[in-house]
């Protein structure tokens, strides 16, 4: 496996999704030719609270409407591949699913993964409950893929507190799990850095953890702290607000971690 080199764009997502695409180009245009291999956006990147994620659902069966053809051009005008959150997409379940796509330096697609943990919660902030369940419908597939830097998993915000899943990708061979994400302030500040160190430390990968940050709207608020992070658990992260960086997985941890800490070897099946 290679190093690999990613952009990581931390979003204040809006309902405008003109200003959240030319958000993404312009951190895009900022970087000098040739330095990145990937770009990770957040979770619904491209239009976040608002009522028409259901009409842009419709658009996006194939990634191919608004937000997938401008992803595809970004892609092949930077020689990038992009993973590219979520964004709803209509499939044959009564309501879209929330699909994270992955598309190559050609604008070609790789992977694409559906939610498959829907964030049906209480929690005690200003939004009140949440009912992501309401509006979508779960995924039930379990996503690793082949890139020229090793092989890739894919998961989504609240997937991140459901270990099983990341050894399940692990078991697939996922070397690095891509992880765009909304989480909360509230949950984000008590959960969302032990929850990302964690997964990558009990499985001996890397963590691509890439979050919304910011005020969005008067009601939604979320925690930032986008983290990379390595087998061993080291990571480097963002801050609170948004931002972007770009990160360099060191692939050769991997091994390092695993040999040290041969945890696969020594799991029991209880
Ligand atoms: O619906 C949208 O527009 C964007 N999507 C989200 O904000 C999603 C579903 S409501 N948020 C989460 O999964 C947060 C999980 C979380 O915060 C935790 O697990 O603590």
Redesign the pocket.
Known sequence: MKNIRMLFIQMTSGANLQQNLDKVASELAQQAPGSVDMVIVP??FA???SKE?RALAEQETTFNGPVGSVIRQLAVEHGVWIVAGSVPAMASASNPM?RCHVVDAEGELVASYDKIH??D?N?TDKQGA?R?SDDYSAGSEVVCFDSPWGRLGLAI??D??FPELFRQLAEQGAELVIVP????YV??KA?WEVLCRARAIENGLFIAAVNQAGQHDAKRQTWGHSMLVTPWGEFESLADSAGSKVFTADLSKIEQARTALPVHQHRKLL
């Open positions: 979770e619904m239009l976040f609270g994620q929330a829907l964030f919660a929690v949440y992501e915000c609240y991140l507190r994400a909304a989480f909360t949950t984000g959960h």
